[in-house]
């Protein structure tokens, strides 16, 4: 068992394979990984996802004027089949518009991997887990985009609370909200008729994960992107044995969990799943269409609270979508259902998994390869252009947006009070002070010292304020701060984990899709769009 020194992040931690209790194997481990053996009636699954696409309406490939997208699809479907095929699997919620840019992020990711992988002999293929079940309509009602005329739009759609997102009926007053702000939207007109024909496409979905899963197929079904909704009957289905053995025994993986998550502590790392006595890894959607996570009853004749065991049992047979799992079950159902090679996990995810490789193994299945995901900050011709003009990346500013633009000013001003050589030699002073004074008098080493600690700091934390001021003065006259902080920072979040994708599609056509398929898997950059 290795273990790592509690100073170094997770994500760097587990790829060093410090963290060998925790996670079954590395990105290194992928190859190897490969070549193993995963029992699975894979044409039956195939079978499902057909099923799926159909019912969600999108072609099956058959037609004789089939588009690319639908003929990839049945290509992929027919390769699933195979019996050593296996997957990449990425996953995120059914945003509006697509959600945050990282989603198509991942799916790119999912889909560079898959590429690098795939043989003749094993098939490997891309696959968009939709988290239909989820029921957290705060994180998928809204989304932010940005125009040519540097005008923030945030629509935001009034959605029933604690009802997974795959239940929710979409509605043609939306559609019509959504296509009217492409209308106000600054951009080429051409670049808006593209995307309002991928949008007048996905819109044709009954629900709100249709609409996603439709809009994702336009974006990347050509490109050989598998979308996959867990709520569809014929998928949930082949779910329901996981399901039924964590009824059977539904405290064991909680107790794992909340075991993994006191190693984690014991090490320094924070816990991000607790489960507390008594709770579940189980959700059960209610007749009135609430999600509620089952808990094991502490008293009386059932087995959870508002349920016996085989009431459960007989409502997973009749409706398996019903029955649906939390975040510390929702990876270990995917795989079971999926012949998993990678999961490509941003960082909140691979801090959930560090403590689920012993739910793993209560369904007998082995952890997979967590792929960390591709990372792209999206650079337009005038945020590049400002970003060299004052020598800064992308990343230094997104880190400390008016220190780095005012350290910048400050070196093109030549502002003395504020350089570090200034600062060296104020430091420099002072121990030569110390160590004078200290030679008169030894008692007044430590205080001096602290002394000069306190002072040095003190002058930091003033140098930090005026670079601040520096970047707010150029920002009253140029309003650059305010601009790169648009692009680089809306609403004070990382750029991918807020703007939409399609922002950049308005703006620039299809060049950004193309330059994120271009990319090499796993990337960590910044992409220029010329």
Not at 443 to 471: F, I
């Amino acid at each position: 068992m290795t273990s790592a020194p509690a100073r170094l992040p997770l994500l760097d931690a587990y790829r060093a394979g410090h963290l060998s209790e925790f996670f079954a194997r590395t990105p290194a481990d992928l190859p190897a990984f490969l070549q193993a053996q995963r029992v699975l009636d894979r044409p039956a699954l195939a079978a499902a996802l057909r099923a799926y696409h159909l019912d969600v309406g999108l072609p099956d490939g058959t037609a004789k004027k089939a588009d690319p997208a639908a003929k990839m699809l049945a290509a992929q479907l027919e390769k699933l089949s195979h019996p050593e095929a296996r997957v990449v699997v990425a996953g995120q919620q059914a945003g509006l518009l697509g959600g945050p840019a990282y989603s198509v992020h991942k799916a790119a990711d999912a889909i560079l991997l898959a590429r690098q992988l795939s043989t003749e002999e094993r098939p490997v293929l891309p696959v968009f887990w939709i988290a239909s079940q989820d029921h957290d309509a705060d994180e998928v009602a809204s989304t932010h985009l940005l125009d040519f005329s540097e005008r923030e739009f945030e629509p935001r759609l009034d959605l029933p609370r604690g009802v997974p997102v795959g239940r929710i009926a979409w509605r043609a007053e939306w559609s019509a909200q959504l296509l009217e702000l492409i209308g106000e939207f600054d951009a080429p007109e051409a670049h808006k008729a593209a995307v309002r024909s991928r949008l007048d496409f996905a819109f044709k979905g009954r629900t709100y994960a249709d609409v996603f899963a439709r809009l994702m197929y336009t974006l990347l079904g050509e490109h050989g992107l598998i979308v996959l909704d867990p709520l569809h009957p014929a998928l949930a289905r082949l779910m329901a044995p996981a399901l039924a053995a964590e009824i059977e025994r539904p405290l064991e993986g909680p107790q794992r969990i909340e075991a993994a998550a006191e190693q984690l502590e014991a090490q320094g790392y924070a816990a991000q799943l607790r489960r507390p006595p008594g709770s579940t890894n189980l959700f059960v959607e209610e007749e009135s269409g609430q999600r509620t996570l089952l808990r094991v009853s502490q008293q009386g004749g059932k087995a959870f609270e508002g349920y016996t065991k085989a009431e459960l049992l007989s409502l997973l047979d009749s409706d398996p979508s019903r029955i649906t799992p939390a975040a510390g079950l929702r990876p270990i159902i995917q795989d079971y259902l999926l012949p998993t090679a990678a999961f490509v996990v941003g960082p909140g995810e691979l801090a959930y998994a560090a403590e689920l490789r012993g739910v793993y193994g209560l369904h007998g299945l082995e952890q997979p390869v967590l792929w960390p995901r591709l990372s792209v900050t999206w650079l337009e011709p005038n945020v590049a252009r400002l970003l060299e003009r004052f020598g800064v990346t992308a990343a230094q500013f997104q880190r400390d947006p008016e220190g780095t633009l005012g350290k910048a000013l400050a070196s093109q001003q030549q502002a003395a009070a504020l350089s570090q050589e200034r600062i060296n030699h104020l430091e420099g002073e002072f121990s030569a002070l110390m160590n004078e004074l200290s030679a008169l008098d030894p008692t007044l080493k430590s205080s001096v010292e602290r002394s000069k600690n306190r002072t040095m700091s003190r002058l930091e934390r003033h140098r930090q304020q005026a670079y601040s001021a520096l970047a707010r003065a150029e920002d009253d006259k140029s309003g650059q701060l305010t601009r790169l902080k648009k692009h680089l920072l809306p609403a004070g979040h990382l750029q991918e984990r807020e703007m939409n994708f399609l922002t950049y599609l308005l703006k620039h056509g299809d060049t950004p899709l193309k330059l994120l398929l271009s990319l090499e898997a796993g990337a960590q950059v910044d992409v220029v769009i010329p």
